[in-house]
């Protein structure tokens, strides 16, 4: 069984374009992310989340938003996509204070 | 401002040799450091935690350090493998609350 699992794998589209990520973790944490991972290959955090609080990357532009139906779902939401949001993209999930178990990453080309 | 530093330069070592990995960080006091590897196409693997007050911890062939006053962790891999190939992060977490920040990994590359 897969733990922390994204779909959909690749998503190429126009810029301009509204378009989400969905993750879905079977560990029962109760903390889940978002990455971004550039084409320099740097990890960086915009969104740590739990049932109590969101907690925002400050650089994360506002056209980026996590959406939570569950605890076990974290999805994230891109409105008005630009060239710039070309990246790889990994969901997370933990324990507070723990290790955190990755997705394999959504790889999002902008046209 | 806050930075983490790994070699972003691949190491290239003999396969059955020692692999040590270093990460650098300044302006940072952080609580844990752990360590993950990544495989192309995939997510971090994690690895190792250490935190503040330990000096040393390790698992099979792994070992890691961590001065904090020098503000680096060492990575080792002893009698490293072909599968032991990948790109290795380190991550900071500065209050054990799980917002880690990511240095940009070193690719590791074992030679049989």
């Known amino acids: 069984d897969t733990a922390v699992s994204q779909t959909p794998k690749y998503l190429v589209t126009q810029m301009g374009n509204d378009k989400s990520i969905k993750c879905e973790q079977n560990?029962?944490?109760?903390?889940m992310y978002w990455y971004k991972q550039d084409s320099k290959k740097f990890l960086k955090i915009m969104f740590s989340y739990n049932n109590k609080e969101l907690i925002i990357n400050e650089t994360v532009p506002n056209r980026f938003s996590p959406k939570s139906p569950d605890k076990a779902h974290l999805n994230l939401h891109i409105n008005s996509l630009e060239l710039g949001d070309s990246a790889v993209y990994f969901c997370?999930?933990?324990?507070?204070?723990?290790?955190?178990?990755f997705g394999d990453g959504t790889r999002l080309s902008i046209l | 401002s806050q930075k983490i530093e790994q070699n972003s330069e691949a190491l290239n070592i003999q396969e059955g040799k020692t692999a040590t990995l270093t990460c650098n960080y300044t302006n940072y006091s952080p609580a844990y450091l752990q360590w993950y590897r990544q495989d192309p196409g995939r997510g971090p693997v994690f690895l190792l935690l250490i935190r503040e007050n330990e000096k040393e911890k390790r698992k099979e062939r792994l070992k890691v350090t961590f001065d904090t006053t020098l503000k680096q962790s060492l990575f080792h891999i002893t009698a490293s493998q072909p599968a032991d190939s990948a790109t290795y992060l380190c991550a900071l977490d500065p209050n054990a609350g799980n917002m880690l920040t990511f240095g940009g990994g070193t690719r590791l590359m074992v030679k049989p």
């Open positions: 997370a999930s933990s324990q507070q204070g723990q290790p955190q178990h």
């Open positions: 560990l029962g944490h109760d903390t």
